[in-house]
């Protein structure tokens, strides 16, 4: 049994985490004979900006800023959800069905279903990975006769920096 991952510290680098899981999805697309396109990494880097969720339409904003700067025509919406759809099924990307947003998969390099923590007030997300839940998911959805899909869990609070914020008030 296992519980790995939760929020990062404010203080993290937080370059360097990105450029991280911007080295990783490219190695793992290598691996997998798959293309991260242009637009696909796009995508993908705008997603690890920062630990919140966006939604497809937020993405699509700032992509079309960046467009607008350098005398482009807007992206039409299509591109960016194709571009999440390829993410989304080399498991680099997760879709966060409550807030109909996508974040960054902090480990990638195999098919996990995962919890979300995700704040109600700064909008940040941390994915944990439990065995422990897993396994007992699997218990359940089988005792149902249930054949499970996604394993996907969004969990609602308060990260440690907010509480903190709060305490300080
Ligand atoms: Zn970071
Ligand atoms: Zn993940
Ligand atoms: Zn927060």
Known sequence: MSTEGGFPSARHDHSACRSDALQRASRLCDSRSVRLTDMRRRVLEDLWRDHRPASAYDILARLNAEEASHGHKPLAP????RALEFLIAQGLVHRLATLNAYIGCTSPERPHGAQFLI???????????????????????????????????????????????????
């Open 78 to 81: 299509p591109t960016v959800y």
């Open 119 to 169: 704040c109600r007030v700064c909008g940040a997300a941390a994915e944990v990975a439990d065995t422990k839940i897993a396994t007992q998911l699997r218990c359940v959805a089988e005792s149902a006769g249930f054949a499970l899909g996604s394993q996907m869990i969004e969990l609602e609070g308060l990260c440690p920096r907010c509480q903190s914020v709060a305490r300080d008030l």
